[in-house]
């Protein structure tokens, strides 16, 4: 019997050893399998680390990542196109549009009068951004940033003029990010509106398009007007002011925590604007012109 | 020196000879590639605010920082959402049973226990999907939609096993609480989106069995109700119930919830094309509720106004539905769905749903699947058949803008799992050649190589292949654990070792080299470690089990221009960024 097994057992070793020298291995299964390898399997050697992966011999740490965050940087906007090439975009501006708008549908484009350059921008009120959805998206978003975060204070200008042939109906102010924070509004019969905060329209979920202050002035066409607006988030205030000449006319001032009424953050940081956006509603086809847009610091003395 | 093949040891589910594989140095260097990055996770993750255990969702790979959900004003929250941490917890616990190191599977525990204490709903929804996060500055939970956003999970399946041994109370309440919130017993509507309002029912699946909501009409084909009052019955957000239940009556020996997720799970055999076999999205429309003012504006695709694809492919006539598209969701579909159907085959004797299982994929294939150009393509179709390629949209709607032209869609390689599992779940033989025969066409034109006839026994496969994709690895190392072919086990290597070469950057696992962040529900780490684990002698099935990629984060947010708001998803505006795009 002994005999026996010893025979068995050298059949088993002479078999392994036969698997061992060859580089191509047919593995026959006491049931029913061919296991197949075709490829080189000279240099297969266990390693060190099977068994210890976590060891100082096999596993050392990561150094930390070196990358530096760049400081974030401030600039202003002093804009008044005269630079800007003949019947193009000005550069440094966005354009809103997308697949559903007709070529030309929107445009925005610098022009002389021989006088002076500025932008006449167009809107055909036939499409609008597809969100906020059931909020009063306008057609056209024309806008420029700049960046006062540190200062977390500024002043904004801008000049907007309604032709009396084809003019539309224009909205000028500061937005942080989508949201608006300050802008004024000339309707249609020419009166004039300051409009506070809106739409972040889903988030707030109040159907939040912002509120309306409508003043006395009525303006007139193919006049231009000097809009000005101040914040500063160190005290939540924010005002709009026409300004004729040297003459500053209120039109709003109060307290607004800026960007921040539905914010992510409840009693977070209260981010800035950082963008001076034109728009001309849905619905409405016309022209307006843009000029002189400026953005300065804000100092104890302005 | 030597690779030593030893006959004669036997797992308990696969009566041929296993043998012992040889741990290579290059097997180490792959899984040294996963600690780093766990490793990496955990540091970083951890280092943002050291009060919680909780880790964001994704890791900037340049700075280390928690990515950031950007609101429209600005508002910069940098969110951890567990449902898409799942991947992740099965990697640490993986990791653990590879290293023998319990810390890995700990720190998993201890992230999941900060959850789920501080985290549910009273009424038993936790705070996470599609549209909750933990505002990881705050610790406040953080809404992406309303103030008020639903609960929503699409395919996220959670990692219960994990979570019952964490705490097993919260996880049966919450699974409970799953049907409540998004389930109505008395219509089967599916709401994708559940209300953390909606109060805890005790008496959850105490109700008696509806009749079936799919009735036929005279030429046997299924009528798709058109009554949901905005309660779309997604089949992700019905995947994620039925495991869900089939999970709790596993844990509970309740029966009831297994039948309701049966009855579930019928709805979308039944509302199925009985012609082609091809399945559906959801069994049922929604009710129109809006306006025809509102409506009127083809870009105001709330499903109020109806249903959605009726509207913008109206040419199509009445086979134009949601349920019936077969072009786009259908991972949801033919991958996440089948691949749910099969486990709960597998381990809760159904044997029908590897019918169902088999009908679906086997139909889809018949129809849509064809090969151009060397790549694997789906024609774009409804399930009826009618094909949609070559028509252009007359206007924008739900499904893209106007004038878009409705091409073959690219088949991604996650399609592999589910044709090799159900071919693996199916018994008879005869039964598998046809798809067998698919998948053998499938693998090849992805550059793995011919698996060769049925059984798979006598492969020529491209050992040096170029892809570096986890869902083609897994394939091989099912095929390995099946025939334990080694070419098969040699095949994974080589994606293993591509994987870890094109995707393993900055000490993180990242789509590709110039890709921003690292995903903790990258699929990557745990199907290299599966590997590592077989390399070992690790059976598979003592493994986490991979089931799904699916998280994100759906809501309002700043749009890339900086000035607009959009309404979109984490993956289009977050994860799509590269090292470039940020500064």
């Known amino acids: ?302 | 020196m030597t690779f030593v093949v030893i006959i004669g040891l036997y797992t308990t589910n696969n009566l041929q000879a296993k043998p012992t594989i040889v741990y290579t140095d290059e097997d180490y260097e792959r899984l040294n590639a996963v600690i780093h990055h766990v490793e990496n996770v955990l540091k970083y993750g951890h280092i943002y605010n050291e009060d919680t255990k909780l880790l964001p969702d994704a890791i900037n790979t340049l700075t280390g920082e928690p990515a950031m959900w950007v609101f429209p004003n600005r508002a910069k929250v940098p969110y951890s959402n567990l449902a898409n941490q799942q991947n992740f917890f099965r990697t640490l616990v993986a990791l653990s049973q590879v290293t023998g190191s319990q810390k890995y599977k700990l720190e998993a525990m201890a992230s999941l226990g900060e959850f789920m204490l501080n985290y549910q709903n009273p009424n038993g929804l936790m705070y996470w999907g599609g549209h909750r996060v933990i505002n990881l500055d705050t610790l406040e939970v953080q809404s992406t939609e309303s103030d008020n956003g639903p609960h929503e999970l699409k395919n996220m399946l959670p990692f219960y096993e994990l979570m019952l041994e964490v705490n097993e109370e919260a996880t049966l309440k919450f699974i409970k609480q799953l049907w409540t919130a998004h389930f109505e017993w008395d219509t089967a509507d599916l709401n994708r989106h559940g209300s953390y309002s909606t109060a805890f029912n005790t008496n959850v699946f105490g109700q008696n069995i509806i009749p079936d909501i799919i009735q036929f009409d005279s030429d046997g084909l299924p009528i798709i109700p058109d009554d949901s009052p905005g309660k779309l019955p997604f089949v992700n957000s019905a995947t994620d119930l039925a495991y869900a239940a089939f999970t709790l009556s596993d844990y509970t020996g309740d029966p009831a919830p297994k039948i309701w997720a049966e009855y579930l799970m019928k709805q979308y055999y039944l509302a199925s094309n009985p012609n082609t076999k091809m399945t559906v999205y959801q069994y049922k429309s929604t009710l129109v509720t809006k306006s025809p003012q509102e409506c009127a504006i083809p870009t105001y695709t709330n499903s109020g106004c109806g249903d959605r694809v009726a509207r913008q492919f109206r040419d199509f006539g009445l086979i134009a539905r949601e349920s019936n598209v077969q072009w786009k969701n259908t991972q949801a579909i033919y991958v996440d769905n089948i691949l749910m159907l099969l486990e709960a085959a597998n381990k809760y004797n159904i044997d029908y749903f590897v019918d169902w299982a088999k009908d679906y994929i086997e139909g889809y294939l018949d129809y849509t699947y064809i090969r151009i150009n060397g790549k694997n393509m789906i024609i774009p179709m409804f399930n009826d058949g009618t094909v949609v390629y070559g028509y252009t949209t007359p206007e924008a709607g739900y499904y893209g803008p106007s004038n878009m032209r409705i091409g073959y869609v690219e088949m991604p390689t996650t399609y592999l799992l589910p044709i090799l599992r159900t071919i693996l779940s199916i018994e008879e033989n005869s039964e598998k050649e046809k798809l067998w025969n698919y998948f053998r066409e499938i693998t090849e034109t992805f550059g793995l190589g011919d698996v060769g006839p049925l059984g798979g026994t006598a492969p020529n496969l491209n050992l040096e292949t170029a892809i570096d994709d986890p869902f083609a690895m897994m394939t091989m190392i099912e095929l390995y654990n099946d025939t334990l072919v080694l070419d098969y086990l040699e095949v994974a290597r080589t994606i293993g070792n591509n994987i870890v070469k094109e995707r393993y950057h900055r000490g993180f696992f990242v789509e590709s080299e110039i890709m921003l962040y690292s995903r903790l529900d990258q699929p990557e780490t745990l199907a290299l470690l599966i590997l590592d684990g077989v390399i070992r002698g690790i059976s598979s099935n003592d493994m986490p089990y991979y089931l799904a990629d699916s998280g994100y984060i759906h809501g309002y947010l700043l749009a890339d221009d900086g000035v607009t708001e959009d309404r979109s998803y984490s993956h289009r505006y977050i994860y799509n960024k590269t090292i470039y795009d940020w500064e």
């Not at chain 1, 401030?74 to 501006?93: K, S």
């Not at chain 1, 500024?154 to 032709?163: E, N, T």
């Open chain 1, 1 to 302: 019997m002994k005999k026996y097994l010893l025979l068995f057992v050298s059949s088993i070793v002479v078999f392994l050893f036969g698997c061992v020298m060859n580089t191509t291995i047919t593995m026959t299964s006491t049931v029913n399998s061919t296991t197949l390898y075709t490829g080189d399997l000279s240099n297969y050697e266990e390693s060190p680390c099977k068994n210890n992966p976590l060891s100082s011999d096999c596993y050392i740490p990561s150094g930390d990542l070196d990358f530096i965050t760049p400081n974030p940087i401030e600039y202003t906007i002093l804009e008044d196109f005269n630079n800007e090439v003949l019947n193009q975009q000005p550069m440094n501006w966005l354009l809103f549009s997308n697949s559903e708008y007709k070529r030309n549908g929107v445009y925005a484009k610098v022009i002389d009068d021989g006088f002076n350059k500025y932008v006449e921008m167009f809107s055909d009120g036939l499409q609008r951004p597809l969100y906020p959805q059931s909020a009063p998206n306008p057609t056209f978003i024309f806008s420029t940033k700049f960046n006062l975060d540190l200062a977390r204070s500024g002043i904004a200008y801008a000049d907007v003029m309604i032709p009396s042939e084809n003019g539309n109906s224009v909205s000028v102010g500061v937005s942080t990010g989508a949201v608006n924070v300050i802008s004024i509004i000339i309707d249609t019969d020419l009166s004039l509106l300051v409009k506070v905060g809106g739409p972040f329209f889903y988030y707030s979920q109040n159907g939040d398009g912002g509120i309306y202050h409508l003043t006395e002035i009525k303006l007139e066409r193919d006049a231009w007007y000097s809009f000005r607006f101040d914040w500063d988030a160190n005290t939540d205030f924010i005002s709009a002011a026409l300004v004729i000449e040297d003459e500053i006319i209120p039109l709003y001032s109060g307290k607004f925590h800026v960007s921040n009424r539905f914010n992510g953050q409840q009693n977070g940081q209260i981010y800035v604007p950082n963008v001076l956006k034109v728009t001309m509603p849905y619905g409405r086809s016309g022209i307006a012109y843009l000029d002189n847009v400026i953005v300065e610091r804000r100092t104890e003395q302005s």
